[in-house]
């Protein structure tokens, strides 16, 4: 199994930029994660789905991030327009239910430097 | 309010010497809890989790952890730390949501050092 698959790996950006990452969860999951990372803030989740439908935006920062799953294979989460705090590693997720008493597994992250 | 706790920032052990990270938990409900690690410039990895059954439960990589109801603890231990065990973990509990479903709470993490 190839596991959650993160692009891109690394992006720099300049202020006011869009930036979108794509995550490809492990395929037969059917929940889907997105978490930030920042040494101030820790881990913090953004948002999940479940059966691609949105389930709990409420850790969404600001109008700016949107995120979307068309499909069961495809997702991405895009800041727009992008600012220099939104400087941080996001990572995609994925599981088999709503994580409830299963195992989440994470993509290798997208680590986002906005100048 | 639901909430995952790890008191420490950072750990620091002698490389054979036995390793405890403490974890405390605030959930409604029967709690289900885990632990996950991450090494530098990586995604988390699932190490062990508990859900029903014997308090003590084993996980990847030679670690345990503890589930004590009374205390609302699951600490994380292993009996001989490797230097390889360097890098931060995670303690995640399974909490309710606003619209009564579910989702996996994160503590802040803890960072562990073994030295040499």
């Known amino acids: 199994d190839a596991g959650v698959i993160q692009s891109p790996r690394h992006e720099v950006t300049e202020m006011g930029q869009e930036v979108t990452l794509r995550c490809k969860p492990i395929?037969?999951?059917?929940?889907l994660f997105w978490y930030r990372q920042t040494m101030m803030r820790g881990l913090e989740l953004l948002i999940y789905f479940n059966n691609n439908v949105p389930i709990d935006d409420s850790g969404m920062p600001e109008d700016r991030f949107s995120a979307k799953m068309p499909n069961a294979s495809f997702s991405t989460l895009k800041i727009q327009p992008s600012e220099p705090r939104d400087s941080a590693v996001y990572f995609c997720a994925s599981s088999f239910g709503q994580g409830t008493g299963n195992t989440i597994y994470f993509g290798e992250g997208s680590w986002l430097t906005v100048v | 309010a639901q909430s995952v706790a790890q008191p420490e920032d950072q750990v620091n052990v002698a490389e054979g010497n036995p390793l405890t990270v403490k974890c405390t938990y605030s959930v409604s409900g029967n709690p289900y809890l885990f632990w996950y690690v991450q090494y530098p410039n990586r995604g988390l990895q699932f190490l062990l989790k508990y859900i029903t059954g014997d308090n003590l439960v084993k996980g990847s990589y030679g670690f345990e952890a503890e589930f004590n109801k009374s205390q609302t603890s699951f600490h994380l231990k292993k009996p001989s730390a490797l230097v390889s065990d360097s890098a931060l973990y995670f303690c995640?509990?399974?909490?309710?949501?606003?619209?009564?479903?579910?989702?996996?709470?994160f503590g802040a993490g803890t960072r562990l050092f073994v030295k040499a």
């Open positions: 995640a509990v399974r909490a309710t949501t606003h619209t009564g479903g579910f989702k996996t709470i």
């Open positions: 395929s037969g999951h059917n929940s």
